[in-house]
């Protein structure tokens, strides 16, 4: 402490005031020190070389519980911790936005009596620290400045002094008002004691101490002190002068207010609390939905009126669209979208000017890219006709001048992870108090919080749309209309974080105009299973493909199962629908049975199929039956999170099934929407859902013409024949000369490659026309390009360019060509 020694009366002065070193640490964006004053060293008991540089919280403790014998004070009971606190440790953080104070006990090196750290092996002692944090806004590298003082050394000031009253109580606080003797001192010594800055930089950091809060300590209910670098600390017999000159000021009839600060500062801490309690409550406002839009809606009614009377929130492009995280720094080609505007002004002056939906880049000289490339808010106390001018020059043809000149504003920057998401820009009326520093703090401090938000419902919103994304990727889009039959599906996530799961269901073309009809359902959920489940679906399409009868395709994907691992099971149901012979050819692997409703009456009924075991299980023989059907019957498949709800028995649900499948419907989607209604109005229900529902038209005998031809070359005129002869009998003579070619090329084939059974010629009149032609040759066609001497090649190249459709696929004795001619309108 620095004594007076000239006179006794300078003594006594000192003695009066006391003087105490003052610590001052700059901490920047990165959370390390870059500013260690000679105070921080004797206080914390490090060298400048070694917190320069280094991490913050290693240099200054911020946790850890003080023992309870170190709880009584003599400067009166404070809730204290071995460490800085934690709100030293949320400003160190970034956490806080506005300045805090607290007293904290600090085990540090043992220290002479001359501030010098100990030699090596010395003890270490307690020290009673009160500390204040700031943090900063700006340009420059600094986020936090914090100022600490050893309380002890208030105690030993008593002592040296003979003061016997000492101290009633002592702690850190804050007047938001300068009217304090040292706050001129404060301006002028602070940039003494920050060598390293400019005095630009640290005329800025005095300015925003000043704005937040002036440093004071407490020492009752009414005393305050202000604090500066060599502080001042008035001991009860100033307390007592200002007493007395309060008692004079009565006698003299002046009001008891004009000599006593303190109820301005209670008005100002009083404006802080409101702040602060204006914060919470937006916080409690805003991100009640990972809705995107919603959110932003919240975000932007939470300000208005109260913060501000406009509210225009912009976001990038990425994040309106939900794509991925935006990369890099925006610039001036950088799209930003208007997603939200709020306002008190009268309805309609903003919607023409400024619509919500536009995207816009925004100049190099504006405010809006001074805040989004530098991270920071940006404060215009008031919007000159000049910048009025130059903001309304990105607005073609419309005048925005009139609504933004004379206005105040704050734009502050909605950040995520140290990128900026957007931004808002707030506006308040000219009658209205322009913003200042502390609503600077505020605002940022609510855009903070927002842009959290924001990122988790852009998040959510990436995350859903991925989902859905790969999704659709592993369910087939099944045409509406197979041969012989009408198909609808739905699909159902079973929770909205959980879009991927393990259902499906697919249909597959087969020869001789049959369709195959597939549910699967791969027990679990996420990832994993909708892995499982696209291997799984591949290797039915594969199999399919091959027409391999239902029993024994259950029983290879089974044998697949094994292969890829015991880790997962699923159950399949797999049918085969013959519209010709009118009928179904089941096999069951662990699956609800279908419902079968039949078109004469209505009714419905669960198919009785032996269950079999799950796929995947392993050495279990699968069986497949044959079910009659009519045309016009309908068969509803679906997987067990239709049916099942926790705590109901599967009976329930499969009674409701069938009720709600027979229930007439005008079209397939209706019917199936009519069950998910039914069933998924219950509640409880977890399980994704497939749903696939077909109806069996049948093909009427007088639809098909089939032929057998003989092993002979000859038998292709003849193929020629009938085919034109069928097709003028059903009225179709303008694809005769088509259908004519195609035949006679691929009944030529087949008698050229078939080894002993006769070929067979089909044609079924349906929603097209389709030809099959059938040898016992198991090695498929392939399409070539022949050269101009090749005697070969050319057959298949004539059907690819003249069919609608055409394929190949093998069959279990030999394979199947076909094409599809598009049916002439009448």
């Known amino acids: 402490m620095n004594r007076g020694t000239e006179t006794d009366g300078a003594v006594a002065e000192q003695a009066a005031s006391g003087r105490i070193p003052l610590a001052v640490v700059v901490v920047d964006r990165e959370g390390l020190v870059s500013h260690w004053s000679s105070g921080a060293r004797r206080l914390f008991g490090a060298s400048k070389e070694e917190a320069i540089g280094y991490p913050a919280v290693d240099l200054l403790p911020v946790s850890g519980a003080l023992p309870e014998d170190d709880d009584v004070s003599p400067y009166g009971a404070y809730a204290a911790y071995d460490g800085l606190g934690h ?97 001129e001192e404060l301006a002028r010594r602070l940039p003494e004691i920050l060598p390293s800055m400019s005095v630009d930089e640290g005329a800025r950091i005095v300015g925003q101490i000043l704005e937040l809060g002036y440093p004071v300590l407490e020492f009752s209910q009414n005393d305050r002190v202000p604090v500066t670098p060599d502080w001042g600390v008035p001991r009860r017999v100033e307390r007592r002068a200002r007493r007395e000159r309060a008692a004079r000021a009565a006698a003299q009839g002046l009001p008891a207010a004009q000599d006593d600060p303190d109820e301005g500062e209670d008005l100002e801490y009083a404006a802080v609390r409101e702040r602060l309690e204006f914060l919470n409550e937006v916080s409690g406002r805003i991100g009640t939905s990972l809705d995107l839009s919603r959110t932003i809606v919240e975000v932007s009614k939470a ?107 704050l734009v502050v920057p909605l950040k995520a992870r140290d990128v900026v998401l957007g931004f808002m820009i707030l506006l308040r009326h000219p009658e209205r108090p322009v913003f200042n520093d502390m609503d600077r703090v505020t605002g940022a401090e609510l855009a903070a919080r927002a842009g959290l938000v924001l990122d988790n419902a852009r998040m959510y919103t990436y995350q859903e749309s991925v989902a859905e994304t790969l999704q659709d990727s592993m369910l087939p889009h099944i045409p509406p209309r197979m041969a012989g039959c009408d198909i609808a599906t739905r699909y159902l996530p ?49 199999m399919a493909a091959l027409d391999l009868p239902p029993a024994r395709l259950l029983r290879n994907l089974d044998d697949l199962a094994q292969r890829l691992g015991d880790t997962y099971l699923a159950t399949c149901l797999y049918a085969v629908y013959d519209p010709i012979a ?71 649900g499969l009674a409701t099934l069938c009720e709600s499948a027979a229930h007439p419907a005008a079209s397939m989607d209706d019917a199936c929407d009519t069950i998910i ?149 009448r």
Request: contains cysteine.
């Open 494 to 542: 079973g929770t909205l974080l959980g879009r991927v799961g393990g259902d499906w269901f697919d249909s597959v073309k087969l020869p001789g105009a049959r369709t195959a009809l597939v549910v699967g359902d791969v027990m679990g959920h996420g990832l994993n299973s909708a892995a499982m489940m696209g291997q799984l679906r591949t290797a039915v399409q594969t």
């Open 582 to 652: 009118g009928e179904l050819h089941i096999a069951n692997a662990g699956h609800i049975p279908p419902v079968l409703v039949r078109a004469d009456g209505g009714h419905s009924e669960l198919l009785d199929l032996p269950t079999g075991a799950p796929i995947g299980v392993g050495g279990v023989p699968f069986e497949a039956v044959r079910v009659r059907v009519a045309p016009g019957d309908r068969i509803v498949m679906c997987t067990d999170g239709l049916v099942e709800v926790r705590g109901e028995d599967i009976g329930v």
């Open 677 to 825: 209604r039914a069933l998924n109005t219950r509640g409880g229900r977890k399980d994704d859902v497939a749903l696939l529902m077909a109806r069996l038209n049948g093909i009427e005998p007088q639809d098909v013409a089939e032929w057998r031809l003989a092993l002979d070359p000859e038998e292709v005129g003849r193929a020629r024949a009938v085919v034109r002869e069928q097709l003028h009998d059903w009225g179709l003579e303008r694809l005769a000369d088509s259908a004519e070619l195609m035949v006679s090329e691929l009944v030529t084939n087949a008698l050229l490659h078939s080894h002993r059974r006769p070929v067979e010629l089909r044609l079924v009149r349906g929603d097209t026309l389709l030809c099959e032609v059938d040898d016992d040759d198991h090695d498929l066609p392939t399409l070539l390009n022949a050269g101009p001497a090749d005697e070969s090649g050319r057959g298949l190249r004539v059907v690819s360019v003249l069919a609608r459709e055409w394929g190949t696929s093998r069959t279990s004795t030999g394979k199947a060509v076909w094409f599809e001619l598009t049916l002439p309108r």
């Open 303 to 409: 300000v208005v009126p109260r913060f501000t009377d406009v509210a225009g929130t912009y976001l990038r492009e990425q994040v309106v669209a939900g794509e991925g995280f935006p990369e890099g720094v925006p610039d001036t080609t950088t799209m930003w979208h208007r997603v939200a505007l709020e306002h008190t002004d009268e309805p309609g002056r903003w919607d023409d000017v400024v619509p919500v939906g536009e995207a816009m880049p925004f100049p190099a000289h504006t405010p809006f890219f001074q805040c989004m490339t530098t991270g920071d808010p940006v404060l215009v106390p008031r919007i000159s006709e000049q910048m009025g001018h130059a903001i309304a020059s990105q607005f073609e043809k419309r005048d925005i001048r009139p609504l933004i000149t004379g206005r105040s504003m």
């Open 87 to 183: 709100d030293l440790e949320s400003s160190l953080d970034g956490r806080l936005y506005y300045p805090a104070a607290g007293r904290a006990r600090l085990t540090v090196p043992e220290r002479s009596e001359r501030g010098v750290p100990p030699p090596e092996g010395w003890g270490r002692d307690r020290v009673d620290v009160l500390w204040w944090a700031y943090p900063l806004v700006g340009p420059g590298p600094e986020r936090l400045l914090v100022l600490g003082a050893d309380v002890g050394r208030l105690q030993q000031d008593a002592q040296d002094h003979d003061d016997p009253t000492g101290y009633e109580r002592v702690a850190p606080g804050f007047a938001l008002h300068t009217d304090f003797p040292g706050a």
